[in-house]
């Protein structure tokens, strides 16, 4: 039996968007709701921090197979290497390494009081990133699964 590439590809990029979603609108505000500030602080960045993890490896992944499609399709006379599909897959491998693994650390020090900008605004651009991960893998999940 040969595995369908690109049926995979959607799968795998339907679940990521199940992920980040579930985190975003369930697992983040769920705890802010139901325990004290700081803990839920704690669980939320807990939720991010692995989804972060899970995002690059899930990001690698679906570029490696979108990119070997794309080659076929290059190979075939139509579509470009850098097709809107890899296009939205390092959109979102940029969200997320610059969204949690660049804010993360400078998020840290505000709390002890150090860096130029607040809390909440870094805690802002952080979320902002996040949003925009979220349509980028939504779209992504979608493309794949017309295709």
Known sequence: MRIDLRRAAALLAGLWAGVVLCIGVIGAPASFAKAPRDIAGQVAGQ????EAY??????????????????????????????????LVLGALFCTVLGYFALQP?????????????????HGISAAFFVLKGLLVLVLAWRLSAA
């Open 54 to 87: 899970v995002s690059l490896g899930v990001a690698l992944v679906l570029l490696m197979v979108i990119r070997r499609s794309s080659r076929a399709d290059v190979e075939a006379g139509k579509g470009s290497v850098l097709s809107a599909n890899v296009l």
């Open 106 to 122: 400078m998020i840290v020090a505000s709390k002890a009081g150090q860096g130029a900008l607040s809390f909440g605004a870094l």
């Open 47 to 50: 939720m991010f921090a692995h």
